[in-house]
């Protein structure tokens, strides 16, 4: 970016991490906005060791831009029956993930495959399709552990829920974990395997008589889970 002071941009990030290598930076203009009507799959390179950084910043701030320029909006968008999956290990701050725009089948988006170590910071996870055996899947392994900070769901149908393996963190900032005009899923929560789960400072309201917000174990023979405070429906 200092070089060319984003007159050539990658047109997806995807593109942007093959060129990368472990602990690089990525810079996202805050109007990025990518769309394809395929399965989109970020594989960051970094390590426990040296995670990668994904930003979205001001592009019309410093070159190279400063903390001052962070600020959301960079969207990354499928279309129809395709998913999103985020593998690898980095800090990723203020990026909306929508998978199955305008559609009625299969669109989940999944993150962490195995051993990785993922931190999301003030993004949104947005499931668009309607079909009702989709949804969000954090951390596809037992090894696997991401902490998600001030971040954002929406679910395209009551079906739809939060799945997970491994252990997953929501540290909210007081604000309603659920956004937009989404549906309240009936069952928020499922376990797999022993997996463990810690949601604080979040505003749960929306998950009002007839909702459940820990839905049972499925396969999580020794899951455990935390809320600490948090806003629950009166």
């Known amino acids: 970016d200092a070089t060319y002071n984003w007159a050539a941009p990658h047109a997806r990030i995807a593109n942007a991490i093959s060129w990368g290598a472990a602990g690089d930076m990525y810079y996202v203009a805050s109007d990025h906005a990518e769309t394809q009507s395929t399965a989109i799959t970020l594989t960051f390179k970094g390590t426990d060791a040296s995670p990668d950084r994904c930003l979205s910043v001001n592009k019309a701030g410093s070159v190279p831009p400063v903390a001052a320029d ?38 989940n988006i999944s993150t962490g495959a195995s051993n990785n170590s993922q931190i999301y910071d003030t993004c ?5 399709t309607t079909s009702t055996s989709s949804g969000i ?3 596809n392994n037992v090894s696997a552990k991401a902490t998600f900070i001030g971040c954002s769901l929406q679910f395209g149908h009551v079906s739809q829920d ?22 309240v899923p009936t069952t928020f929560i499922v376990f797999n395997t022993t997996s463990g789960f810690t949601i604080e400072g ?33």
């Open 70 to 107: 962070l600020t959301t909006g960079a969207q990354v968008t499928t279309t129809g029956n395709s998913g999103i999956t985020i593998n690898g290990v980095f800090y990723l701050y203020g990026i909306k993930f929508a998978s199955g725009s305008g559609a009625s089948g299969t669109a």
């Open 124 to 128: 949104q996870f947005h499931v668009l």
């Open 137 to 139: 899947f954090a951390m």
């Open 162 to 183: 939060l799945n997970f393996l491994g252990k997953v963190d929501f540290i909210g900032r007081g604000g309603n974990i659920l956004t937009g005009s989404g549906s």
């Open 202 to 234: 979040h505003d749960l309201s929306s998950f009002i008589t007839g909702k459940t917000i820990f839905g049972p174990a499925g396969n999580g023979a020794g899951a455990a889970a935390k809320i600490i405070n948090c806003k629950l429906d009166s």
